[in-house]
Every structure is written in C-alpha cells, then in structure tokens.
C-alpha cells in the first residue's frame, strides 16, 4: 500500500509514501487498486512508476494535469487482501505484517499461547504481540528460529520458543 501524498510536476504524476506492506511486484500486476472518495475502490490505471528516493512517482490514467493530481492526494493505491490469497498474486518472499492479524499462535509442544492482536515493524525485526487468554501480553520475534509454520487458511502460527520467550523472561 502507499499513499498518495503530493504532485510532481505539472502532467499528474503523483509522490507516494510506501507503506508496510507494499508489494513492488503489484505495481505492475492487474491487482493494483485505488481508494479513492468516499473510499470507493476500483483498478489503479498506472501508466507508470518509478522510485525516486525512499518515495513512488505514480502516473495514474485519468491523472493528466496537477489540479486533478492535487485532488487525488490522501488516496492510497495498494492491493485487496482477500487477492493475497490468490495463487497467482505476486507474493514477497516473505509474509506481510497484516498476514500475522487474528492468528492463534500455538507452540510445536501444542500450547495455546494466544491471539495476534499487532505486529511491531521494529528496525532490527518485526515483532508480533501476541494477547493470552488471560490478557497478558507475549512479544514473538518474527526471526526464523522462532517462527515454523504460518496456516493463513487455518489461522495458526506455530513457533519454537525460544527459552524464556513465554515465561516472563521475555528476551525481546
């Protein structure tokens, strides 16, 4: 997903901010969207992208002058999740943070350790947090020793703790 944020120049090109979940490879596949007003949502139409920076350069069809590009500022273009799941979506190599969401994590011994409820995007890794059913809070490491299996479909993730990952001694 990136958001719209200003124009370039004066033939519609637009400056957009990525998200965390953005996807490279859906800019130039047919599941790039727009949410446009009144969070309408229909097929981005990009001409063409390009980087410039740490930022997008979006050329949208219908976008063909600044003031329609000034307009189009706070949309987001980005993919539907329910197309995530598609076989033929083009997915990064590794899963997006809003895969994590809502899933149980149970440990390879079979324990329950609780709910997904965020996922932190910290620069060393990604951190998820996890509610127990107590309401207590567990921060999982999303590093490959810890993480085993991600069943989207069945809505668990299965980890190996590390040690004093899920008693308190969190090594976070």
């Known amino acids: 997903m990136a958001e719209l944020t200003r124009p370039v120049g004066l033939r519609g090109e637009l400056k ?53 590009a000034r307009a189009a500022v706070g949309q987001q273009v980005g993919f539907l999740e329910e197309d995530y799941d598609r076989d033929d979506f083009p997915k990064p190599a590794h899963p997006l943070p809003f895969v994590y969401l809502g ?39 999303v590093i490959p020793p810890v993480l085993r299996t991600l069943d989207r479909r069945g809505g668990t993730l299965t980890i190996e703790p590390l040690p004093g990952l899920l008693d308190g001694g969190n090594p976070i």
């Open 103 to 141: 899933l149980t994590v149970r440990t390879v011994a079979g324990e329950t350790v609780g709910v997904v409820d965020d996922v932190l995007l910290l620069p060393a890794n990604w951190v998820l947090s996890v509610r127990q059913p107590g309401g207590d809070e567990v921060l999982i490491p």
């Open 16 to 68: 957009a901010a990525p998200l965390a979940d953005l996807v490279e490879e859906v800019l130039d596949s047919r599941f790039l969207w727009r949410r446009g007003p009144g969070d309408s949502v229909g097929p981005a139409g990009l001409e063409h992208w390009r980087w410039q920076g740490r930022a997008l350069v979006l050329k949208l069809r219908g976008i063909d002058a600044v003031d329609a």
